[in-house]
């Protein structure tokens, strides 16, 4: 009998709690597993008692979905969806819906796509952001595809995402093939960011200050009642606070090696193709790179000494310009993410809502903050809006940073402690109010060496010029390459 509202193949950690969070809002779920067991297991534990009906083939699966069929595929990212789709594609029929809620980079999103309506069905790529809580209780979900699957979806995805008071579900139609893959890319870069400047501060707060682990504690635990206050601030104070068996911190037990899935260096290279300055989110990949590379930091440690740190006068004072720092470094990061968003709307013609997007992102995910509804705001007051620095609340904040932004990036360089994230956002910042950057250099360089041509600033853009910098070089000029 054809009586679930929507299905969903892999039980992994996030497939169990999304079923568990569909069926508790109401909705019939059907589930199906690779591994049959898998289902068996669900069943008889999670699963037992409630509304959800589990197979053992993709046939009764199939059957047992009302029309027009929704099928959320959480398998691995990569050649696991393909799989799961061309066997769905032998199942399911005309207007029906596959769903792809994994991490699935957008390029690979926007060729499924493509493959399934021109079978006649209906695709949708979502990000779904909150880990297993999230997928529980309520995840941030940013679906994107088949134009004509949202109403169909629409219903089922608004009930189990996360709601926010006065504001309604973290979920909305983000745009065509792609477009809700590349979000959470976006969204999933600048959670690199702001782990790594947090991390950056905590060892800041440990190497340079001093601090205790309940100073440490105490102080992200005032940021999180203030403008600060954040999911990732949140989940910080509690680790800063957890001790292990022994009564000592935790903290300094984890090996300081980091893992990443991917998203982030997606993020990069699209920014390098778009010719975005995502210079913070890159900082934070590389820093997990770097981080991995523990042996080789061990040794190096033992054959470069380190400065010697110079007590700070004043602790307090520099607790409150960390908070300004990481506020102002943490305006750069989402600067550099939406305009990556921006760019890429206009190559793949997509009509991004920001503000939606700002607002999808305020609870449920990983990134979830007060800060977002600002950047809800200043959208919502400039939908064009070209640069989030530019908006009058961003700009107030960031210059009422500038100085204690200064202090901290200085006294950590001083003092030999790293902090890529945090001074990249600074010298992004630095960089983009310049009203002149030594970009002039550059280009002359390009010249002599390969007559790529420049623009004079006496003259129209868009006219280039070559000077024969040697007397013996010629008139010719690779005018082709001036880009």
């Known amino acids: 009998m054809a009586d679930a509202d929507i299905g969903l193949i892999g039980l992994a950690v996030m497939g169990e709690n999304l079923v568990l969070n569909m069926e508790s809002k109401g909705f019939n779920v059907s589930v199906y597993n690779r591994t049959t067991s898998k289902v068996d297991d669900f069943l008889k534990g999670r699963g037992a008692g409630k509304k959800i009906s589990g197979h053992r083939n993709l046939a009764s699966f199939a059957l047992s979905l009302k029309r027009p069929r929704k099928v959320f595929i959480m398998v691995k990212a990569g050649q696991a969806v393909d799989d799961t789709i061309n066997q769905l594609l032998g199942v399911l029929e005309k207007t029906d819906v596959i769903i792809d809620g ?43 595809g088949s134009p004509a699957a949202w109403p169909l979806v629409k219903p089922i995805f608004q009930k189990i995402s ?99 899935k991917g998203t982030g260096k997606w993020a990069g290279i699209a920014a390098l193709d778009a010719g975005v300055p995502l210079t913070l989110i890159a900082e934070a990949v590389f820093s997990r790179c770097l981080s991995a590379a523990k042996d080789e930091r061990v040794k190096a440690s033992k054959v470069f000494s380190a400065p010697k740190i110079t007590p700070c006068a004043d602790r307090k004072a520099f607790i409150d310009d960390l908070e300004k720092a990481l506020y102002a470094s943490k305006i750069v990061s989402y600067t550099q993410g939406f305009l990556l968003m921006r760019e890429a ?40 809006l070209e640069n989030l620095l530019l908006d009058p609340f961003f700009t ?88």
Not at 169 to 187: I, L, R, S
Not at 194 to 200: F, G, T
Not at 402 to 430: C, E, Q
Not at 451 to 469: I, L, Q, S
């Open 102 to 144: 994994g991490n699935s980079n957008f390029g690979d999103t926007i060729r499924r796509c493509a493959l399934v309506e021109s079978k006649g069905l209906l695709y949708v790529g979502s990000g779904v952001s909150g880990g297993e809580e999230g997928a529980l209780n309520g995840p941030s979900l940013m679906p994107g």
């Open 345 to 384: 709307a206009k190559e793949y013609k997509w009509n991004l809502n920001y503000g939606g997007i700002a607002l999808m992102w305020r609870g449920g995910c990983i990134i979830r903050s007060s800060f977002l509804g600002k950047i809800k705001e200043a959208f919502t007051k400039n939908p064009n």
């Open 162 to 260: 996360a709601q926010v008071s006065g504001e309604g579900p973290c979920c909305d139609w983000v745009g065509e093939n792609g477009a809700g893959h590349f979000v959470k890319m976006v969204h999933n870069g600048i959670e690199y960011g702001d782990m790594q400047l947090i991390c950056e501060v905590y060892q800041i707060m440990k190497d340079y200050l001093k601090l205790s682990y309940a100073e440490m504690r105490d102080a992200f635990d005032k940021w999180n009642k203030g403008r600060l206050s954040s999911y990732l601030i949140e989940i910080t104070r509690d680790i800063l606070g957890f001790n292990d068996t022994d009564g000592k911190p935790i903290l300094e037990k984890i090996l300081d090696t980091a893992g990443q």
């Open 396 to 483: 107030s904040m960031v210059a009422d940073a500038g100085d204690a932004w200064r202090r901290v990036a200085a006294s950590a360089a001083l003092n030999g402690i790293p902090a890529p994230a945090l001074t990249s956002a600074l010298s992004y910042f630095d960089a983009y109010r310049s009203e002149r950057l030594p970009a002039a250099l550059l280009q002359a360089q390009r010249d002599y060496f390969g007559a790529h041509t420049y623009e004079r600033t006496d003259k129209k853009r868009g006219e280039f010029f070559h000077t024969n910098w040697t007397g013996h070089g010629g008139s010719t000029s690779a005018s082709t390459y001036s880009m």
